[in-house]
């Protein structure tokens, strides 16, 4: 940790240097309306001088790089009435200025609707993705962001059903609630990947993710080691949430939904300024949901809460607190594993089996208790205005604890197709994994001659402390057919059988992992309109060791992970071709080689690093006002070192490795969001990928691993709000995902087995006025029957109704 300590020193006595080096300034502020509320999404500029910002959903701005001299700053938008004022700004000096505006909220939203000029889906711009404010026209890096406008049109509760409006994002695998990995599974880019990161940092939650503290979710794509570590990210990218944060006037929301499966919900987001000066504020999020199935057995029970709080006691220092509390209960959805050849169960597709899709083929009580406790600290200091510290603290903590049943078919001995079913209970006894983080970031946007540089110094260190117990057993195998008493599978019997024999088997997962980290990223600016980046990490990982089944012995390794982006944009603030090259790595610690010396023996090598690289080529669109905002590109991700059996006979018998295994992934993502005319906006994806193992074992060599998904993925939402005054309001939305099939087995012996392609849509209308809201939404309106999963098959939801009345004060 000394060296990083030291480096740290060191940079902080060079920013008074550099700092010193250009005296830029700054001009921040709040515009709200008449009555006190933000004024979203209006342009604030330097008259005549072409600097300017637009106002967020809070109504703050910042302008950036001021020099010194006299200004008028003026806030205006279409319909509006103007406002200006006049300040002079010293050398090396910021300033605040507020506005009000003359209008109230309900006017501001008439003109801004009726200017037809408000893209509400697209966020053009990301604190997180580069670990510094960034236009997306500006990075080279590819990523998607799902806002709260679009999960409110949507009625979406669920981090899992937010992800459906995400690009080449497929959903995997429903959340287990296990502590440490019981989070839902994702994959972008032929990898699998979970959301582990919460504002950049690390912030699990290992059951199903409540919405209600979503301001937007970010899907970043690629490997991203660089700026994110190997920890939280997949070789595809990572998935990041941003949270709510307060603001400085009171207001909030409370909802109450009902719907389909006994779906039950009520939601709360209150935010207060405690104290006269409005520099102590405090929000809190929090929902209840209880929802049943649409099979024969299952429930499940969460609550969540999400306080916070900031205090900014002066303009160049803010303290955020805050954390995310969530609890639940329930019944585990149906997985299915193949643990044969599916052509031995007379089927290479789901819907060929003999399986009753809304039977879940067990009885009551097979429930599991989950718990995830989430910290945050951040400190972000101006220490001048060309740079900014950020402090961050992130500790997670998640228990699990109770049933995990599961199943897998198995040929009956009979006529082919008819199958035996096994049922089976791998349960989890008070586990326990615990994150902690620590971040400090330095911040820096300053002039080197001509040159400018945006640049972010990163220091980390990440401790896990996995704790964990499964253990399991075989209950019982029954025929699919006939009258079958399933029933007979629930809690009650599962806990005499434990209580009359050792389980089957057991599986503990512990271990302590440390991670020390350094990293830099520059963004130079060449020209007005071309920049390149180039950023490095180091990382120092020291794995104290443990087990994972069996002893896993430790290991220490320090790793190098570069990245290098290129943007020129060919029309400024409109177009831009961007180019990168990214890279992510995984430690595989200690393996079982062939020991060539001693041939009737094993040797434990330590494993190189696992690496993967990517290289990608696009254009991102911003163009006529902000209403459309795009962006397409091509991707070629190759891995190496991954480890397979070694093809020596002798060494395969003796279940050794050799670590020379390869693997691509290329492909095609295009991202859509559009304003094409008033009240009209679309958000559209589409994604081609091809996965393949390209040195592996003979079984799968040259095929598409079974963990790579649907090679073709594609989602689709349309929403219009009537512009007339009488109707104003009221609005409709409809769209849907489309999946191609996915090979879930996929090698010579196991031979192929698909999930089906599925199309999945849904609708939505709704009323909106500024003190209340109703809506109503239908999803998979078509009742279809689809499958998800990763060498295993779990059946979806069928058509389902929910309707929410929200009242806004």
Do not use: C
Request: charged content about 15%; glycine content about 8%; hydrophobic content about 35%.
């Amino acid at each position: 940790m000394r060296p990083f300590i030291k480096a740290y020193i060191l940079a902080i006595g060079l920013l008074p240097f550099v700092a010193q080096a250009q005296q830029a300034a700054s001009i921040r502020g709040t515009v709200t309306t008449s009555d006190g509320n933000p004024a979203e999404a209006v342009t604030v500029s330097l008259k005549g001088k072409g600097q300017g910002a637009v106002t967020t959903d809070k109504g703050n701005y910042t302008i950036n790089r001021v020099k010194p001299g006299t200004y008028t700053v003026q806030v205006s938008a279409v319909g509006l009435t103007t406002a200006e004022k006049e300040l002079t700004l010293n050398a090396g000096e910021s300033a605040t200025l507020d506005f009000v505006l003359a209008e109230n909220t309900a006017q501001l939203q008439e003109v801004t609707v009726s200017a037809g000029r408000i893209n509400r889906f697209a966020r053009p711009s990301s604190d997180y993705v580069s670990k510094m404010p960034l236009k997306n026209l500006e990075n080279p890096q590819v990523y998607n962001s799902v806002g709260k406008e679009l999960l409110a049109e949507q009625l979406v509760f669920s981090v899992d059903d937010a992800l459906r409006n995400a690009p080449g994002i497929q959903k995997m695998w429903e959340a287990t609630g296990r502590a440490g990995d019981g989070g839902s599974f994702y994959n972008t880019r032929g990898f699998i990947v979970q959301s582990q990161l919460r504002n950049g940092l690390a912030g699990n939650v290992t059951s199903d993710i409540d919405a209600v503290n979503l301001e937007k979710l970010e899907t970043i794509k690629g490997p991203s080691a660089t700026l994110f570590g190997s920890a939280l990210t997949s070789y595809g990218g990572l998935i990041n949430r941003v949270t709510k944060k307060p603001y400085e006037t009171f207001g909030g929301e409370v909802s109450l939904s009902a719907g389909s499966y006994d779906l039950q919900r009520a939601s709360v987001d209150v935010n207060t300024p405690l104290n006269q000066s409005r520099n102590l504020m405090l929000r809190v999020n929090t929902a209840f949901t209880h929802e049943g199935t649409f099979q024969t057995q299952g429930f499940s029970r969460r609550f969540a809460l999400a306080p916070s709080l900031l205090y900014k006691p002066n303009d160049r220092l803010s303290i955020l607190l805050d954390a995310e509390l969530f609890r639940g209960e329930g019944i585990g959805k149906q997985l299915l594993f193949f643990y044969v050849p599916a052509s031995t169960l007379g089927a290479t597709r789901a819907d060929e089996l003999n399986i009753d899709y809304r039977n879940s083929y067990m009885g009551k009580g097979l429930t599991q208790q989950t718990r995830s406790t989430n910290l945050f600290g951040q400190v972000n200091y101006r220490i001048s205005p060309s740079f900014t510290s950020s402090t961050n603290l992130s500790s997670s903590h998640s228990f699990s604890n109770g049933f995990g049943p599961y199943f897998y078919l198995l040929p009956s001995g009979g006529a082919l197709g008819t199958n035996n079913l096994v049922r089976a209970d791998q349960s989890t006894r008070n586990s326990t994994n615990d994150v902690f983080e620590v971040q400090q970031l330095i911040n820096g946007d300053f002039q080197l001659g001509s040159l400018r540089n945006r640049i972010v110094l990163g220091l980390d260190y990440l401790h896990v402390n996995s704790n964990q117990l499964f253990f399991g057993s075989v209950f019982d195998t029954i025929p699919l057919s006939g009258n079958t008493d399933f029933s007979q599978f629930n809690g009650a019997a599962l806990a005499a059988l434990y209580a009359s024999k050792a389980p089957d088997f057991t599986y503990p997962i512990t271990g302590i992992r440390n991670t020390y980290s350094a990293f830099v990223s520059d963004v130079l600016n060449l020209t007005d309109r071309l920049s390149v980046l180039a950023a490095l990490r180091v990382d120092n990982f020291n794995n104290k060791g443990g087990k994972v089944g069996s002893d896993v012995p430790g290991y220490q390794q320090t790793a190098f992970s570069p990245k290098f982006g290129l943007v020129y944009q060919a029309v400024q603030d409109k177009v831009s071709l961007f180019a990168n090259y990214q890279n992510s790595f995984n430690n595989q610690g200690i393996y079982n080689a062939y020991d060539v010396t001693a041939p009737d023996s094993l040797a434990q090598r330590f494993a190189k690093l696992e690496q993967a690289n990517q290289f990608e080529a696009g254009v991102k669109l911003n163009a006529y006002s902000g209403r459309l905002s795009a962006t397409i590109s091509y991707y070629d991700i190759q891995v190496k070192n991954l480890l397979r059996t070694d093809p020596n006979p002798l060494a395969a018998a003796r279940f050794a490795q050799t670590q020379d295994g390869t693997q691509l992934s290329r492909g095609v993502e295009v991202d859509v969001v559009a304003n094409p005319f008033a009240g009209f906006n679309l958000a559209a994806g589409f994604s081609y990928n091809d996965s393949k193992l390209t040195n592996a074992d003979a079984d799968v060599n040259g095929r598409r691993p079974a963990t790579a998904s649907s090679p073709v993925l594609a989602n689709l939402w349309l929403s219009y709000r009537i512009q007339s005054s009488v109707l104003r309001g009221l609005g409709v939305g409809v769209g849907g995902n489309y999946a191609s099939d996915n090979k879930i087995q996929n090698s010579i012996s196991q031979g192929v087995f698909i999930l089906p392609a599925y199309t999945v849509l849904n609708a939505s209308a709704f009323y909106e006025q500024r003190k209340f809201r109703v809506a109503v939404k239908a999803d998979n309106f078509t009742n279809e029957r689809y499958w998800i999963g990763y060498t295993t098959m779990n059946p979806q939801k069928l058509r389902s109704f929910v309707g929410s009345v929200t009242y806004k004060f």
